[in-house]
């Protein structure tokens, strides 16, 4: 049986990533976090000393890119966030990362979550979902994560980054986000992790025939 693809796209901090990770143990499928790829284009460009918004230097990252780069702990952070966003509006970086995502999914199937897994990468994706929730909520979420993490960090600077950070993934011309025609729309405000998961779950059920877990 062909192994499913689950898409998972949305604005930052929306829960995608926990929900898409608990989804693939779930279900068995590998999991990809797309983000990752352009986190560690980003890293290797600031690293360099290079600019990220620089076309030819950030095509050249992404064509070097090795998986060891995904292993990286800094990828994460107000640096690294605002340098993602600035290589993935560049049309080379999204063309040279991917074959990478599609090759990820061609044997064991897998749920993949970004910006343009619905969209672009995967548009006959089995089951896609578009994971929202309100600026507040999402900046609120992050802003918890990096107390959690020991950063101290003004909820308002959170806050900006990220709407400023969506208002560039949305307007940008090279696969914006957006969700797909046929994505299901799971807006977490209002939804803890679990609510989320059986939402989705439900969904996803609804669009991949599972007959047994050995089907997957
Ligand atoms: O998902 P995450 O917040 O880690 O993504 C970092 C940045 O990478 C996003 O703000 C976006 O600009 C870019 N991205 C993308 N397409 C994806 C995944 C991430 O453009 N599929």
Do not use: N
């Amino acid at each position: 049986m062909m192994k499913p693809i689950i898409a998972i796209d949305g604005p930052a901090a929306a829960g995608k990533g926990t929900l898409a990770r608990r989804l693939a143990t779930t279900l068995g499928l590998p999991y990809l976090d797309t983000g990752l790829l352009y986190r560690a284009v980003a890293r290797r460009v600031l690293d360099a000393g290079g600019d990220p918004a620089d076309a030819a230097t950030a095509e050249g990252a992404a064509r070097s890119l090795r998986p060891v780069d995904l292993d990286r702990s800094d990828l994460r952070g107000p640096q690294a966030d605002a340098a993602a966003a600035s290589v993935a509006s560049i049309p080379g970086v999204r063309t040279a990362l991917l074959a990478f995502q599609r090759d990820f999914a061609t044997s064991e199937g897998a749920v993949l979550d970004g910006r343009d897994i619905g969209t672009v990468i995967f548009p006959d994706a089995q089951a896609k979902l578009f994971v929202t929730a309100s600026l507040t909520e999402r900046a609120r979420r992050r802003w918890l994560e990096l107390q959690a993490k020991g950063t101290d960090a003004d909820l308002g600077t959170v806050e900006e980054d990220m709407r400023l950070r969506d208002a560039k993934d949305a307007a940008r011309a090279a696969a914006p986000l957006r969700a797909a025609d046929d994505a299901y729309l799971l807006d977490t405000s209002e939804m803890d992790a679990e609510a989320a998961f059986q939402a989705a779950m439900a969904f996803v059920c609804s669009r991949i025939r599972i007959v047994s877990m050995r089907d997957l």
